[in-house]
């Protein structure tokens, strides 16, 4: 009798607990089905949250002409509560990682939030048809999340972190220069600031970052790859050709480029620099290495960054290479310009580049005190153009932190314990 009573009240706590789920998750999939311009909601797994949407929103080509047309923008919304708060991760790029159940956030892992995940336009899923690149602007992206933060806003009324990471980590810095009242913290990874289309900071950096034996050995190695041209060329062409992949310059320039490229790699990537085959290894040894990491992909006309590569030229910025070292051993005369020569096509290769974006955003920076923290590594060759520069004790909200020894792939959880406390303090004492 009392084993009876046991399961029919077992019964009725688990009747009761699923038609709670069942009706928080009608609410917010009704809520997000009432939003303006919101479109195709399919709900997908996730291992973090209760639950997890991708959709895609309309949105306007172009700002200033709305006469322009519209396109289709992906975004995707995990769901931890109404009253929570919400970070709004600005993706640079496309968004198919997010996708994943295992994703989530080191932001809303640490202060238990929702998340919007934004697209990128002209990535992936988010790329207009046709592709007419004018409409690819900072701007024109920016006007995308203030449309989606609004949008998604009449569902989460607590307070908004955006955050992002390299590109991503710029575009959050853009968004808050352009509509700093749109969210109230911002915590841009790894953001550069470039003011060119090559900068000028990142050569100089590389020639000093890390100890002089680590730098030597890069460089050497460099070099042993430009000595053995004639073997390694070959193994070059052939990769690229089983890849079936397109250059619009000839293959020992692109050769030439790929070495040039391995030490921003190095440091950016954070790799071992015990990894680094001796200069006594075999050719394929050495090519095996550089390949792994130096993949022809990032200079071919196949590349999946052209829509980078296209904003970079006109607005976002660059590095270039120093060549003066292995001068003796290179086919390309010069590597100016190269992201024009090599990267683009002839039509957008005549792109002039626009600093207006980069004064806008140093002006907003220099003359503002938003609720942002700035992450950065130490090692990481883009740190060179970040924004290191600005006096924070002159400021009580802005924030840098510099992790030492960091490269690229530098997050909060990166810092020695002392520096991760202040930064996870100072972001709860500005969500109370």
């Known amino acids: 009798m009392k084993s009876s009573l046991r399961l029919l009240l077992l019964f009725f706590v688990v009747l009761f607990t699923t038609s709670s789920v069942t009706a928080q998750e009608t609410e917010l999939l009704s809520r997000l089905n ?14 973090h949250f209760s639950e997890k949407y991708v959709m895609f929103i309309e949105q306007e080509l172009d700002n200033t002409d709305k006469k322009a047309g519209k396109f289709d923008q992906r975004i995707i919304v995990c769901h931890r509560g109404f009253d929570k708060p919400t970070v709004l991760v600005t993706e640079g790029y496309e968004a198919e990682r997010y996708l994943s159940p295992k994703y989530i ?41 203030h ?54 900071r990142h050569e100089p950096f590389i020639e ?14 460099q070099t042993e790859l430009l000595k053995r041209k004639p073997t390694l060329i ?5 990769y690229c050709e089983s890849k079936n992949y397109d250059f619009r310059l000839p293959i020992e ?82 590597s100016k310009d190269y992201m024009r ?3 683009v096509c002839k039509e ?15 002006n907003y920076l220099k003359e503002n005190d938003p609720k942002m923290i700035f992450i950065y590594g130490e090692y990481d060759p883009w740190s060179a153009s970040g924004v290191t520069w600005i006096d924070t004790d002159k400021k009580d909200n802005l924030n840098i932190f510099v992790c030492p020894k960091g490269s690229h792939a530098t997050r909060i959880n990166s810092f020695p314990e002392s520096s991760k406390s202040e930064i996870i303090n100072l972001i709860e004492k500005w969500l109370e």
């Open 105 to 145: 956030d080191e932001l809303a892992s640490l202060f238990n939030t929702n998340i919007v995940v934004v697209e990128y336009r002209y990535f992936s899923k988010s790329t207009p048809e046709p592709c007419d690149w004018k409409y690819l602007t900072v701007d024109n992206s920016l006007y995308d999340l």
């Open 253 to 334: 320039e692109v050769f030439d480029f790929s070495v040039l490229e391995y030490s921003f790699a190095h440091w950016q990537f954070g790799l071992s620099i015990d990894k680094i085959p001796s200069l006594k290894s075999t050719d394929k040894e050495l090519f095996d290495y550089a390949i792994k990491i130096l993949e022809p992909n990032y200079f071919s006309i196949q590349t999946p960054y052209t829509s980078f590569n296209v904003q970079a030229v006109k607005e976002l910025g660059y590095y270039g290479y120093d060549t003066k070292p292995f001068k003796k051993y290179l086919t390309i005369d010069s």
């Open 147 to 200: 449309n989606i933060r609004n949008t998604i806003g009449e569902i989460y009324k607590n307070k908004w972190i955006s955050t992002g990471i390299s590109k991503g980590g710029q575009t959050t810095m853009f968004y808050r220069a352009l509509f700093p009242e749109d969210v109230d913290i911002s915590v841009p990874y790894v953001a550069p600031l470039n003011m060119s289309l090559e900068d000028g």
């Open 348 to 362: 957008l290769s005549e792109e002039p580049f626009d600093i207006s974006l980069y004064n806008r955003t140093v």
């Open 234 to 238: 070959p193994m070059f062409r052939e």
């Open 341 to 343: 020569r090599l990267m």
């Open 208 to 221: 000093k970052v890390g100890d002089k034996k680590s730098r030597k050995k890069i460089k050497d190695f």
């Open 34 to 47: 009432s939003l303006n311009g919101i479109k195709n909601i399919t709900q997908i797994e996730s291992e």
